[in-house]
């Protein structure tokens, strides 16, 4: 009967009154329902999520109440922003329509189950060393899919690589842009020290506590292309270490045979080829502190 006009007739013995007409309304019933979207998700930690609703059938002023793992959150907003969203975390929303005639005065949304990716914290990476002008190969940290950037690119014949290499005449420090797939950036850092002269260098002493700063004895290796040999001995001539690396991780760590070695000096020689073909032998010794 929508639309429909009705009068109001009263009789009596001396009159006959009739009304105004009045239309009758009828509203159709309505189903408030309310959807929410995050963006972004994943999310790597502590960025920013902004969820949105986006409400049908909410009325002129639906009012909201956002909800995480169980919890009242933010305040009656169509957009709620959380900058501290962990792995898991589940967020709805609950819609509370003002509409004509709703089936239901409120509606609660879809479940969002946020993806928090953990990225690793900036590193520094080891010191390199380098003869001078000599094209030495350096190394990012690898992450499949990553984009780097290296800046500044001055000595490096590609700035946009996790290995580049370098070729300068003087030192110079680096900030290492990396953004993986999901959007997460790490800057991590490394020095090329240019030393002038070619060499074998060995620390006059190092300290294997592993604070992770010098923990290890290791030759630095400067123009040299290949090392032939590095060898460590204790006071009494046994030699308790040997590498053809000047891998810092490889270098000796303080103990033989798995045993701790004990607070003295130790006698060291080294032998490698440099970059124009001579070979270059050192020695010397090196104090183990702890």
Do not use: H
Not at 130 to 137: G, H
Not at 242 to 269: H, M
Request: charged share 10%; proline share 6%.
């Amino acid at each position: 009967m929508n639309g429909y006009q009705y009068r109001c007739s009263v009789s009596s013995a001396c009159s006959n009154t009739i009304s105004s007409a009045v239309t009758l309304t009828v509203n159709p019933l309505v189903t408030p329902t309310v959807t929410i979207a995050a963006s972004p998700n994943p999310i790597c930690s502590g960025n920013t999520s902004i969820f949105s609703a986006v409400p049908v059938n909410g009325g002129a002023t639906p009012s909201y109440q956002w909800n995480k793992n169980n919890i009242n959150v933010g305040g009656n907003n169509a957009v709620y922003t959380d900058n501290a969203v962990n792995n898991g975390d589940i967020i709805k929303c609950t819609l509370t329509s003002n509409a004509v005639c709703p089936t239901a005065t409120t509606a609660t949304s879809n479940l969002i189950t946020m993806s928090v990716f953990n990225g690793s914290p900036n590193m520094r990476y080891p010191t390199v060393n380098a003869y001078n002008v000599q094209q030495i190969q350096l190394q990012a940290r690898t992450i499949t899919g990553a984009n780097y950037l290296w800046t500044p690119p001055l000595g490096l014949n590609s700035n946009t690589i996790y290995n580049p290499v370098f070729s300068y005449n003087q030192s110079q420090e680096y900030n290492v842009r990396i953004t993986s797939p999901n959007g997460c950036i790490n800057v991590d850092t490394l020095l090329v020290t240019v030393i002038k002269n070619k060499d074998i260098y060995v620390p006059k002493a190092f300290s294997p506590d592993n604070n992770g700063v010098n923990d290890k004895l290791y030759p630095i290796l400067v123009g040299i292309k290949e090392l032939r040999y590095f060898r460590v001995f204790n006071r009494w001539g046994n030699l308790i270490f040997e590498t053809t690396s000047g891998n810092p991780a490889l270098g000796w760590d303080g103990t033989f045979k798995g045993k701790a070695q004990p607070v003295e000096t130790y006698s060291w020689i080294a032998e490698g080829v440099d970059i124009d073909g001579f070979t270059i032998k050192r020695g010397g010794s090196t104090l183990l502190i702890r």
